[in-house]
């Protein structure tokens, strides 16, 4: 399909999605991104239209045997989150329609979040400065995302590994951020489990150490 088939394909998807309201379109990954208020959730590549996945999309969408994008990204195959629109489906308007809407609304929401994490910064968690979100950011931790899924214990264990003159309130103040709190609110059960789990993980590292020298 050429280029101006490909522009006429976009024009008949947002002609027939266009109860969602004013759609718009934009080059992206060779073809065509669907969008609306700027959030892309669909794509329009050669003569397929594709749908936008989130994690819970994904398993719904391939069980309808609709196929994953593939973007060839200066010759190298990249695996993309939008899955194609097939025969079936088109012939399915109440589910099809139903998928689109899933998918736009998941566009929105995961837009919504990053701009939500961008927004609030790791500095502005309780007990964290500029300087911590610095330091943090030289270990890998960016986001308050990256925070959270690390855990207290598994970041300052980074940091320690980075800068080995951190002290234990660090490992405290990280704790509080999480949950949200003052550090001097911390309870004193929480403070011993992590200083319990730092002892463990200083032994084991300890003894990996000892038996690879002998």
């Not at 973007?71 to 998928?99: A, C, D, T």
């Not at 610095?134 to 890998?140: E, F, H, K, N």
Request: some cysteine; charged content about 25%; hydrophobic content about 40%.
């Amino acid at each position: 399909m050429n280029r101006e088939d490909t522009k006429s394909l976009v024009k008949d998807v947002i002609g027939y999605f266009s109860e969602l309201g004013e759609l718009t379109s934009r080059s992206m990954f060779g073809g065509y991104g669907i969008c609306k208020n700027k959030v892309m959730f669909g794509l329009v590549s050669d003569d397929k239209f594709y749908l936008r996945a989130n994690k819970y999309l994904e398993s719904v969408f391939i069980s309808y045997g609709m196929s994953q994008f593939i973007y060839n990204k200066r010759g190298v195959p990249v695996l993309m989150k939008y899955y194609h629109v097939n025969e079936s489906l088109w012939q399915n308007e109440e589910i099809l329609k139903r998928f689109v809407t899933y998918a736009l609304s998941s566009a929105m929401t995961d837009m919504e979040e990053r701009l939500i994490q961008e927004y609030l910064r790791l500095k502005d968690l309780p007990n964290l400065n500029i300087g911590i979100e610095r330091l943090l950011r030289q270990v890998g931790v960016r986001t308050r995302e990256d925070l959270m899924h690390l855990g207290a214990l598994r970041t300052y264990i980074k940091l320690r590994e980075f800068k080995r003159d951190v002290k234990l309130d660090l490992l405290f103040s990280l704790a509080g951020a999480i949950k949200g709190c003052h550090v001097a609110a911390l309870p004193n059960s929480l403070r011993n489990e992590l200083i319990e789990q730092l002892r463990t993980h200083d032994q084991t590292k300890y003894k990996e150490l000892v038996n690879y020298s002998v």
